[in-house]
């Protein structure tokens, strides 16, 4: 057969499929990606048929130098990316570099897939090889050069209308308009009050409470009661009726089925995540790709999770078997359906050859796994085998009462419970819901009533409720909106989330997002200038085009020009008309009380402020919050000068807080921190001069650099210690505190592997 080269992503997936393969195969990792387009305009030349000009990523090109080596000395070629469209472009590109290179010359070349990292499923992927699918790949170059193309041409915009250093994507676009807009629904909500009217009960020796259904012949509704007075006056005409007794006029029993959520897809994985472990999308993908790629399970690496990009909810039929034979092992056979549950994507361009998110194994329970999984991956494939047997399992029987009772003539207050009757799946996994309202009314035991009977009334009171506005988004909620909306693709969800926060578009604050001040005027301006390109629809049916090439039911090229042309001509024509003013300013309904032109609400460096029209004439400003700011003196730093230049040095104020800065802005740059930071008496190893200073960065995280800055740059994330290494002789240790390893010192030279044991 000769000797084969086989190709994956990840140093990981290598390890882990290289001892499922014989002595004759070797086994690289790309380390990702191995190709991407020229950092710079041009890199898709919109007048060739949008050719693409490629480049090897720098940080990857000893790899690929590696596998040009090893490939020279192999008979054939084994390209094993991921199952989907990135990872057939991946694919693709070593496929044109090891081509370029000389690389293939009479030797074969195979595409290899599977879904799961285990022995049987890889040795059939390599027995069974296909040619790559260059529907796919174009379909992967179609959406690297749209977003390149939206990318290079729609933020020089912003910068112009906006402020520096702003990007907007044609995926996070519409993203970040639902954020905005749900932010504006909230702020333009107005409460409503209504009362409810609850009674408090007893039968035999056991309380429960009903709620008021019927007030003098008339169904109430959410807004039948709307103030106390009211209120009040109802309670009291229904005393009066009651004279302390209830009577059971009706009993409503029914019997229902409560049926098990389908197996994960990517973003029900990412969802629920979110809900139960306050995992975010990136952190969920990120210990999801360890559990996919292989853990070592004491007999060597294995792959614990199938591939975690899927919109698929199906399941192999040899995994519903063994799913089936554990179920029946474990809980009984009672738990166990006549014929396995199926299930139906919600994904109208679900990839169905992928099977949903399962375990390569169900026999390998969390409780077997615990010893070699880290507590997040633990606590992720947990989740994932938890809700793979659930689906599979009976559905559960619950008995369900509703009692009404009579208050008088014409009066009636509705009582409403449940019972288990066999859990099924229930006993295993419940799916949790986003922003679920917190009644249980159908969850609470009721004591055993009957028609007729009559039950002591404790007490009849009133509750006082508002209306309230939508929630803001959670990560799963928006994650839940941009699937439902066919925004994006599983593979993308997370990276549409980090890029929000990441240019600071957003901010998450108890776990849900707020639009900043300039993710604000984005969004408006892209809605205003821009409606078609982050309309939801728009977005969805694009996403459906590049689909239909990646099925080979469309060409691509065609696909782009249809979208450039009149993209180009909206962002040309926005660019004269739109003036930045139109964008960061808002006239208010206001005089300026200095020189009475109008104000407005404007975007500035710091955030929104309230300033006069009439500036530069007139330098009136106040924060949002009603506080003046014109005139202010600037706070002068007691008792020290500017070190560069020797003048005054204030404490200004910018987009991160409070900081020291020198009064003659601009000619003299000098800055540092409000804070002073705290010496750790740690000599700086590299230029022996100064000392290590325990700093904050601008976003608040702790790290340590020399008091010697900027004439030494010598920078540690990690904790300093005035001890030399015992290894390499370094004059410092580190000290570095992980979730797998706990607290250990380590060397901080990066050629030194030096590190040892911290007990708590």
């Not at 309670?235 to 089925?257: D, F, H, M, P």
């Not at 559990?291 to 399970?297: A, F, K, N, S």
């Not at 049916?541 to 590049?546: N, V, Y």
Request: proline letters at 5%; one cysteine or more.
């Amino acid at each position: 057969m000769g000797k084969k080269l086989v190709i994956v992503e990840s140093p990981a997936k290598a390890k882990t499929i290289k001892k499922y393969l014989g002595k004759d195969v070797e086994v690289l990792a790309s380390y990702g990606h191995v190709r991407d387009l020229l950092p710079k305009e041009g890199a898709v030349d919109t007048a060739k048929d949008f050719e693409m000009k490629y480049q090897v990523i720098d940080r990857n090109s000893k790899h690929v130098d590696a596998i040009v080596k090893a490939m020279k000395k192999a008979d054939s070629l084994y390209l094993a990316t991921d199952p989907d469209r990135e990872g057939e472009a991946i694919s693709w590109h070593l496929y044109e570099l090891l081509k370029k290179r000389g690389a293939l010359k009479d030797k074969e070349t195979h595409r290899v897939v599977f879904h799961e990292i285990t022995k049987q499923a890889v040795n059939d992927a390599v027995a069974h090889p296909r040619e790559l699918s260059m529907s796919l790949v174009n379909a992967q170059q179609a959406r690297r050069a749209l977003d390149y193309l939206v990318g290079f041409t729609l933020s020089p915009l912003l910068w112009k209308k906006v402020r520096r250093g702003l990007s907007a994507g044609r995926v996070q676009s519409p993203a970040l308009r639902m954020i905005v807009e749900r932010e504006l629904e909230i702020e333009a909500f107005v409460a409503k009050e209504y009362w409810s009217i609850e009674a408090d009960a007893i039968a035999d020796k056991k309380d429960f409470q009903a709620k008021l259904t019927y007030f003098e012949d008339e169904k109430l509704s959410q807004f039948s009661v709307t103030d106390e007075k009211q209120s009040a006056k109802v309670v009291k005409t229904l005393e009066k009726a009651a004279q302390g007794k209830l009577l059971v006029s009706n009993v409503e029993k029914k019997q229902r089925k409560r049926n098990p959520a389908a197996p994960f897809t990517t973003s029900t994985l990412q969802q629920e995540a979110s809900r139960k472990l306050g995992f975010g999308a990136q952190r969920t993908m990120s210990i999801a790709q360890q559990l996919y790629e292989g853990v070592d399970t004491g007999e060597g690496a294995v792959g614990l999770i199938t591939y975690m990009r899927t919109d698929s909810v199906t399941l192999a039929q040899e995994a519903l078997d063994e799913i089936r034979g554990f179920i029946a092992e474990k809980y009984g056979q009672k738990m166990v359906p006549a014929k396995p549950q199926e299930y139906k994507t919600k994904s109208k361009n679900a990839q169905e050859a992928h099977e949903a998110i399962r375990p390569t194994s169900v026999l390998r329970t969390p409780e077997n796994m615990k010893a070699y999984l880290s507590a997040d991956q633990l606590k992720l494939y947990t989740l994932v085998w938890q809700r793979t047997m659930a689906s599979q399992m009976v559905h559960a029987t619950l008995n369900t009462v509703a009692v009404d009772l009579a208050c008088g003539k014409g009066n009636t207050f509705r009582a409403n419970g449940s019972t288990v009757v066999n859990p099924g799946f229930m006993s295993v996994y419940l799916e949790d819901k986003d922003d679920s309202a917190s009644s249980d009314k159908d969850e609470k035991l009721l004591p055993p009533m009957e028609v007729g009977q009559v039950v002591d009334l404790k007490a009849i009171r009133p509750e006082q409720h508002f209306t309230e506005p939508p929630p803001r988004y959670s990560e799963a909620s928006l994650v839940r909106s941009l699937e439902e909306h066919d925004i994006g693709r599983p593979s993308t969800y997370a990276s549409i989330i980090s890029t929000l926060v990441q240019r600071e578009y957003v901010e998450i604050i108890n776990k849900r997002f707020h639009p900043t001040d300039v993710g604000r005027v984005v969004g408006k301006f892209l809605v205003n200038h821009f409606t078609k390109y982050v309309d939801y629809n728009f977005t969805a049916e694009l996403e459906d085009e590049l689909d239909a090439v990646a099925r080979g039911e469309e060409e691509w090229v065609p696909l782009l020009r249809k979208f450039w042309g009149p993209f180009k001509e909206q962002v040309e024509t926005k660019d004269k008309e739109v003036q930045r003013s139109d964008v960061t300013q808002e006239l208010l309904d206001e005089d300026c009380p200095k020189c009475g032109k109008k104000l407005s609400s404007r975007l500035g460096r710091s955030g929104r402020f309230i300033g006069c029209t009439g500036y530069p004439e007139c330098d009136y400003t106040r924060n949002i919050d009603g506080e003046e700011t014109t005139n202010n003196e600037p706070e002068v730093v007691e008792g020290r000068k500017c070190p560069k230049c020797g003048s005054d040095l204030w404490i200004r104020t910018g987009r991160y807080g409070k900081f020291i800065g020198c009064s003659s802005y601009p000619k003299c740059k000098h800055i540092e921190s409000l804070e002073q930071p705290a010496n750790t008496g740690v000599e700086c190893p590299q230029c022996h001069k100064g000392e290590i200073l325990t700093r904050k960065s601008r976003r608040g995280k702790v790290f340590y650099s020399c008091s010697e800055y900027p004439d030494c740059d010598y920078a540690l994330w990690n904790e300093p210690l005035k001890e030399p290494c015992p290894k390499c002789n370094w004059p410092i240790l580190t000290l570095k505190t992980t979730k797998s390893r706990g607290t250990e010192k380590v060397c901080p030279q990066k050629d030194c592997d030096y590190s040892e044991k911290v007990e708590s």
